[in-house]
């Protein structure tokens, strides 16, 4: 069978990618995963490359760990973060873009506010451009390091019952999850309060419920999204208490469930509101493997984009 070959400059989103396309990246990131291991934690892929981490939203786990997997690779970075930047003077996200362009950069990492902000970059750049999470739309290297975390926990993710909690209405995390999961195989149950489940969600080919007991129930993994307290909370739901009560994964709740069940969260970790500390540093949590699992995946997006890049402007 010919073998897969990346062929696309950007990383905008799972929606677009085939299942093939998904399997690769995960396939890279396992190639890649080794090199943290080592005692020069370093391989030569990307040297004399520059990737520039262009971030409009506060990040610790994606900026950080987009920096370490573009080190590992032997690439230059760049931090740039919006707020002591020309943007502060007015400037457009596709001339900051432009001008990154001019400086002779080759990949642009972007963390974006708004939804779609990481197309718009991608259609005016010739260079790689990279999503770390568009306003409500996609975060695609947050779920592949969730999907390759399960992989390595369960060898397998087809069939698996994966149960997404939380404010999935504006979750681009639960939106990456639900392409990515699905493409693969999984059985994808969304659970939310009716004011945080999307209108007919079910024909992205998951199962909604607001019952949070019945979506845990036959789950081999519980997602747990974070809620996001810089909303007003209010206008989400009454309070954090009464939330925390009602969608809250705590441990009373998991014990009434008849196995184990792995738990996972994206970060930030808003502790006694949408997960307990005692299940968030308990022995079922993988979420700090999910973080040292992000490196190997980010490493991946990176080293493909920089392999699609070279086939683009060859087509150019
Ligand atoms: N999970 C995630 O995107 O975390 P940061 O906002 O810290 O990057």
């Given at each position: 069978?010919?073998?897969?070959?990346?062929?696309r400059k950007d990383l905008l989103g799972l929606a677009d990618l085939?299942?093939?396309?998904?399997?690769?990246?995960?396939?890279?990131?396992?190639?890649?995963?080794?090199?943290?291991?080592?005692?020069?934690?370093?391989?030569?892929?990307?040297?004399?490359?520059?990737?520039?981490?262009l971030f409009y939203e506060?990040?610790?786990?994606?900026?950080?760990?987009?920096?370490?997997?573009?080190?590992?690779?032997?690439?230059?970075?760049?931090?740039?973060?919006a707020?002591?930047?020309?943007v502060?003077?007015?400037?457009s996200l596709v001339d900051t873009g432009k001008?990154?362009?001019?400086?002779?950069?080759?990949?642009i990492v972007l963390r974006h506010n708004s939804s779609g902000a990481a197309h718009l970059l991608a259609r005016n750049v010739?260079?790689s451009v990279i999503n770390a999470g568009d306003g409500w739309h996609e975060h695609p290297t947050q779920a592949?390091?969730?999907?390759?975390?399960?992989?390595?926990?369960?060898?397998?993710?087809?069939?698996?019952?994966?149960?997404?909690?939380?404010?999935?209405a504006h979750s681009r995390v639960a939106r990456s999850?639900?392409w990515?999961?699905?493409?693969?195989?999984?059985?994808?149950?969304?659970?939310?309060?009716?004011?945080?489940?999307p209108?007919?969600?079910?024909?992205?080919?998951?199962?909604?419920?607001?019952?949070?007991?019945?979506?845990?129930?036959?789950?081999?993994?519980?997602?747990?999204?974070?809620?996001?307290?810089?909303?007003?909370?209010?206008?989400?739901?009454?309070?954090?208490?009464?939330?925390?009560?009602?969608?809250?994964?705590?441990?009373?709740?998991?014990?009434?469930?008849?196995?184990?069940?792995?738990?996972?969260?994206?970060?930030?970790?808003?502790?006694?509101?949408?997960?307990?500390?005692?299940?968030?540093?308990?022995?079922?949590?993988?979420?700090?493997?999910?973080?040292?699992?992000?490196?190997?995946?980010?490493?991946?997006?990176?080293?493909?984009?920089?392999?699609?890049?070279?086939?683009?402007?060859?087509?150019?």
């Amino acid at each position: 069978m010919k073998k897969l070959v990346w062929e696309r400059k950007d990383l905008l989103g799972l929606a677009d990618l085939s299942k093939e396309e998904v399997e690769l990246i995960l396939e890279t990131a396992e190639s890649f995963k080794e090199v943290s291991s080592r005692q020069i934690k370093k391989v030569p892929a990307l040297r004399g490359k520059t990737v520039v981490n262009l971030f409009y939203e506060p990040s610790t786990r994606t900026r950080v760990s987009f920096e370490i997997a573009a080190k590992r690779l032997s690439c230059d970075v760049i931090n740039i973060i919006a707020d002591t930047s020309s943007v502060r003077k007015g400037e457009s996200l596709v001339d900051t873009g432009k001008n990154l362009e001019a400086l002779k950069i080759d990949i642009i990492v972007l963390r974006h506010n708004s939804s779609g902000a990481a197309h718009l970059l991608a259609r005016n750049v010739g260079v790689s451009v990279i999503n770390a999470g568009d306003g409500w739309h996609e975060h695609p290297t947050q779920a592949l390091l969730d999907i390759f975390t399960l992989k390595e926990k369960f060898g397998k993710i087809a069939g698996l019952n994966v149960t997404i909690v939380g404010d999935i209405a504006h979750s681009r995390v639960a939106r990456s999850n639900i392409w990515g999961l699905t493409k693969l195989g999984a059985n994808v149950c969304v659970c939310a309060p009716a004011s945080l489940l999307p209108a007919e969600i079910e024909k992205l080919g998951v199962r909604a419920v607001t019952d949070l007991d019945e979506a845990l129930k036959g789950a081999d993994c519980v997602n747990v999204l974070r809620m996001q307290l810089e909303r007003d909370e209010r206008s989400i739901f009454p309070s954090s208490l009464d939330y925390f009560k009602e969608y809250g994964i705590t441990a009373e709740r998991l014990k009434k469930l008849k196995k184990n069940i792995l738990i996972m969260h994206p970060g930030p970790l808003n502790r006694g509101v949408e997960i307990s500390s005692e299940v968030a540093d308990g022995k079922d949590s993988v979420i700090l493997e999910q973080v040292t699992n992000g490196i190997a995946v980010r490493m991946a997006v990176l080293y493909l984009v920089s392999q699609g890049k070279e086939k683009y402007a060859f087509n150019y």
